[in-house]
């Protein structure tokens, strides 16, 4: 690679004096490393490699960069309060930037997909097994009695525990974890999701597949630098290790593993055993949408950010009256940066909402109402906000590192969340 | 060595590198890896946006100067008055951790 290709691959995403500043010191480290390699010995052509890679892969210098330089304010004493209230009227476009992230180089782990809405759902187990040992990944495997209170055992769905027998267990080792150090995924039991109409029903499978939910909340315990980048075939980097979930043949989006991101953050998975279970979580949008919300991030296109607000339209959900007078509803969305740099939250987007229709199952009013109630304390306790004047909402930078307190937490200087009707 | 034991004590290690003189990237690179023998090594990206994060925080003031050798100039880095005492606070609460996990493990023979 020649300098100038580095130097611009390694602050790509980065705009105006900043980059011009970047690009600058980077050439002038560059630059005097080059100059007494060269008084070695060296050949120019020989110095510059070695010099550059000295510095690192210009991809990785480019993620320090724009994590520093596109968000300016990175801690969590940030606070949307009354930005909904920020209301104005704003043009709105269709376009949204269409972001592929298939790399030849990473392999890709099938999912299985539920027949009717193609959303990934569980992970074959097999496929992650072999990509990650064929990435240096020590992978140990065993049968293991399933307890729910068991360290990194599923507990996502309301599982038929009480008779579930022996089943597969993965113990991860990756290169960054020190001797002995594992963590642990368990499959779920040869178990295979088919709908039905509108209900999931689980049917016997010759294969395993273990959840989203469960190796990222295990990961996040083992504190591994994780990041999740793109849209149609994330890619997971476990420190070294990286993994494209879905394949070219079976491609998958990525609404799931995001909001598994965001919700880890509004819950204290991190600091607790408790694994997020259906009916604990925080409702998707509905149906029918009403506002569009625009806010100008200047971030990287395709990078993904998350949207927490009190819920605004519950009729369409099938609950109690009794909930849905209750005021501490949290809706979540999802949306990608566009070409322009805007973030634009549509209420209704449509992988979020197929994603929440296709579960029904929503319909423990109390367990629901109490996850509600304990998302808006979160919130509160994390300083967005207070009893008397609640957070009105917050905004969660998704793309990027998924380890424990790394997701970011961010308000773009200036910016304000613009709504207009739809 | 442990990347997480770099990255966890990253912010403390630049200050205390900036401490008695202004350097520039790659003199604290080298400076680093010179009194820890090669023990902590900046690679993929970590140095230059750790660098600028502290300046954004204040606590280093970066300025480009020119090198004798010529060629484009290098951003030199000094310690403010606020990176100071973040540095000593940082540099105590490590002590004080330090001594505390050294009782508990007692000295290597």
Known sequence: ?422 | MDANLLKGNLDLILLATLEAEAKYGLEITKEVQDRTDGYFQFKEGTLYPALHRLEKQGFIAGEFQYLPRGGSPVKFYKLTDAGQKELTARRKTFNAFTKAVQNILGSES
Request: proline fraction near 5%.
């Open chain 1, 1 to 422: 690679m020649n300098l100038e290709t580095y130097l611009k691959q390694a602050t790509r995403g980065i705009w105006g004096k900043r980059r011009t500043d970047a690009i600058l010191e980077l050439r002038g480290n560059i630059e005097a490393r080059i100059w007494t390699l060269e008084h070695q010995g060296k050949t120019q052509a020989e110095a510059l490699e070695i010099a550059l890679s000295e510095l690192g892969d210009a991809r990785a210098v480019n993620a320090g960069m724009t994590q520093v330089h596109t968000m300016p304010n990175v801690t969590r004493n940030i606070l949307l309060a009354g930005l909904i209230s920020s209301v104005a009227a704003v043009g709105w476009t269709s376009s949204t930037a269409q972001i592929q992230t298939v790399v030849p180089s990473i392999p890709g782990v099938c999912c299985q997909m539920f027949p009717t809405i193609q959303q990934p759902q569980f992970v074959r187990m097999n496929d992650l097994k072999s990509e990650f040992e064929a990435a240096g990944v020590t992978v140990d495997e065993s049968m293991q009695r399933f307890e729910p209170a068991d360290e990194g055992t599923q507990t996502y769905y309301d599982w038929p525990l009480a008779n579930a027998s022996e089943t597969r267990t993965l113990d991860l080792h990756f290169p960054e974890m020190v001797d002995g150090e594992t963590v642990r995924v368990q499959a779920l039991s040869g178990l295979s999701v088919t709908a039905d109409g509108q209900n999931p029903k689980f049917v016997a499978d010759e294969d395993v597949f273990i959840s989203p939910e469960s190796l990222i909340a295990q990961l996040r315990k083992a504190k591994l630098p994780m990041t999740l980048e793109g849209w149609h075939n994330p890619t997971l980097r476990i420190g070294q290790t990286a993994v494209m979930i879905g394949t070219r043949e079976v491609p998958v989006t990525a609404a799931k593993w995001y909001s598994n991101v965001l919700l880890n953050e509004i819950y204290p998975t991190a600091t607790s055993d408790v694994i997020f279970t259906w009916n604990q979580q925080l409702v998707g949008v509905t149906t029918l949408g009403k506002h569009i919300y625009s806010m100008r991030v200047n971030d990287r296109p395709g990078t993904v950010y998350g949207l927490l607000m009190p819920l605004k339209d519950v009729q369409s959900i099938s609950i109690s009256p009794a909930v849905k007078q209750d005021p501490n509803w949290v809706e979540y969305q999802l949306a990608r940066v566009n070409g322009q740099g805007v973030l634009q939250f549509v209420d209704g987007s449509s992988e979020v909402i197929e994603f929440v229709k296709s579960f029904k199952g929503i319909t423990n009013d109390l367990e629901f109402l109490k996850a509600n109630r304990f998302a808006a304390d979160r919130l509160n306790a994390l300083g967005y906000g207070s009893a008397k004047r609640p957070a009105k909402a917050m905004l969660v930078r998704l793309t990027g590192r998924l380890d424990t307190n790394t997701t970011e937490i961010v308000v773009p200087a200036k910016s304000r969340l613009m709504a207009s009707p739809r």
